[in-house]
């Protein structure tokens, strides 16, 4: 049995289109997943643009951001019945003896492979995920919602993990994207005050981090992050997936502040770092998630506490992964999900 899956095949601008796949095979510790929905990362869209900057095995199915019902179990799988909603981490290959998998922070194996760039994702009808990637979702958690556990894991891993926010903490969200607005909504709920910084282009995304009780600013955050004693803003999270915006942070965080970079960007910097050592500032990388995260954020989302219906732009049938893609990277949505079948 074949079923049409979007399909990254080359390492060239454009180079994606609907591919007839067989139905995949799952070793015995694995599961064959009945994707619900998908949902498209920026990572879906820097592959399809070729302005990406990770190693990709072409041809490769798209997407890891996805929900739905276990179809068939492994030989070797215990504790999970056919028909159980679940959804599934990305850390598809990981190196269990090493260093950083024994500690539980899988996400940095040097050597993890995630679905979508490294194995098949699932912008197609099954895919095959090992069982130690899945965590359950309730009834009542929509699958179109259940689909998005994965970037408000960024989020969370980033702003709770890495950022450390404090109440009444003065935030900077650099990027009205997807992860740059669920950063901002996780910020909130740790009691910051958040501002979501864009450009004019980007009002109709920036008006969406308004409904998570955040300050839309077109331009620049200046005058915002100094408002409260002129020293900066606590924290600036970089979230818009370029390299120049860093320098932006520099100028926004405060004396002993902390910039977050979670946003992507291979190109060269280009300009002096010296701000970093006179303002004294921690500068923190922040990568993928692990299984508490996992935990804890479908917790959020099954209690309604994170919502991530506000940033939901449209549902599309997977013939129509272009539009959904187009409606994405034109910035006229915030993020668009892919229903297989």
Same mark, same amino acid.
């Given at each position: 049995?074949?079923?049409?899956?979007?399909?990254?095949?080359?390492?060239?601008?454009?180079?994606?289109?609907?591919?007839e796949?067989?139905?995949?095979?799952?070793?015995?510790?694995?599961?064959?997943?009945?994707?619900?929905?998908?949902?498209?990362?920026?990572?879906?869209? %820097?592959?399809?643009?070729?302005?990406?900057?990770?190693?990709?095995?072409?041809?490769?199915?798209?997407? %890891?951001?996805?929900?739905?019902? &276990?179809?068939? !179990?492994?030989?070797?799988?215990?504790?999970?019945?056919?028909?159980?909603?679940?959804?599934?981490?990305?850390?598809? &290959?990981?190196?269990?003896?090493?260093?950083?998998?024994?500690?539980? !922070? =899988?996400?940095?194996?040097?050597?993890?492979?995630?679905?979508? =760039?490294g194995?098949?994702?699932?912008?197609?009808r099954?895919?095959?995920?090992?069982?130690?990637?899945?965590?359950? &979702?309730?009834?009542?958690?929509?699958?179109?919602?259940?689909?998005?556990?994965?970037?408000?894991?960024?989020?969370?891993?980033? /702003?709770?993990?890495?950022?450390?926010?404090?109440?009444?903490?003065?935030?900077?969200?650099?990027?009205?994207?997807? &992860?740059?607005?669920?950063?901002?909504?996780?910020?909130?709920l740790?009691?910051?005050?958040?501002?979501? /910084?864009?450009?004019?282009?980007?009002?109709?995304?920036?008006?969406?981090?308004?409904?998570?009780?955040?300050?839309?600013?077109?331009?620049?955050?200046r005058?915002?992050?100094?408002?409260?004693?002129? !020293?900066?803003a606590?924290?600036?999270?970089?979230?818009?997936?370029?390299?120049?915006?860093?320098?932006?942070?520099?100028?926004?965080?405060?004396?002993?502040?902390?910039?977050?970079?979670?946003?992507?960007?291979?190109?060269? !910097?280009?300009?002096?770092?010296?701000?970093?050592?006179?303002?004294?500032?921690?500068?923190?990388?922040?990568?993928? %998630?692990?299984w508490?995260?996992?935990?804890?954020?479908?917790?959020?989302?099954?209690?309604?506490?994170?919502?991530?219906?506000?940033?939901?732009?449209?549902?599309?049938?997977?013939?129509?992964?272009?539009?959904?893609?187009?409606?994405?990277?034109?910035?006229?949505?915030?993020?668009?999900?892919?229903?297989p079948?």
């Amino acid at each position: 049995m074949k079923s049409a899956a979007v399909v990254n095949y080359a390492p060239e601008k454009g180079a994606v289109e609907i591919r007839e796949i067989p139905k995949p095979e799952t070793g015995p510790d694995d599961v064959l997943l009945e994707v619900a929905y998908v949902g498209v990362c920026g990572s879906d869209l %820097h592959q399809w643009t070729n302005g990406h900057s990770w190693p990709v095995n072409y041809p490769v199915v798209l997407g %890891h951001e996805f929900a739905g019902r &276990i179809a068939e !179990l492994g030989a070797a799988v215990t504790g999970w019945q056919v028909g159980d909603r679940v959804v599934s981490e990305t850390a598809a &290959i990981i190196d269990p003896a090493n260093p950083m998998s024994k500690i539980g !922070l =899988y996400n940095l194996d040097p050597t993890r492979k995630g679905f979508g =760039y490294g194995v098949n994702g699932a912008m197609t009808r099954y895919v095959s995920t090992p069982a130690r990637c899945l965590h359950r &979702i309730p009834e009542h958690l929509p699958f179109e919602h259940a689909c998005l556990t994965e970037p408000c894991c960024v989020a969370y891993n980033a /702003v709770v993990n890495n950022a450390r926010l404090r109440p009444g903490d003065r935030v900077v969200v650099l990027g009205p994207g997807t &992860i740059g607005i669920l950063c901002a909504a996780v910020a909130h709920l740790c009691g910051a005050d958040v501002a979501v /910084v864009g450009l004019e282009g980007d009002r109709g995304r920036l008006s969406i981090a308004e409904q998570y009780g955040c300050e839309a600013i077109v331009g620049s955050a200046r005058d915002w992050a100094r408002a409260q004693d002129g !020293l900066g803003a606590d924290c600036v999270i970089d979230a818009a997936g370029a390299s120049a915006t860093l320098q932006v942070a520099m100028e926004l965080v405060r004396p002993n502040g902390h910039i977050l970079k979670v946003g992507w960007g291979p190109q060269p !910097l280009g300009f002096s770092l010296d701000q970093l050592v006179q303002k004294n500032v921690t500068l923190q990388g922040s990568f993928s %998630h692990n299984w508490p995260v996992w935990e804890r954020v479908i917790a959020l989302l099954a209690s309604g506490r994170l919502d991530v219906k506000p940033i939901i732009g449209g549902i599309w049938p997977l013939a129509q992964w272009h539009d959904a893609f187009e409606k994405m990277h034109r910035g006229e949505v915030v993020k668009s999900i892919i229903k297989p079948a």
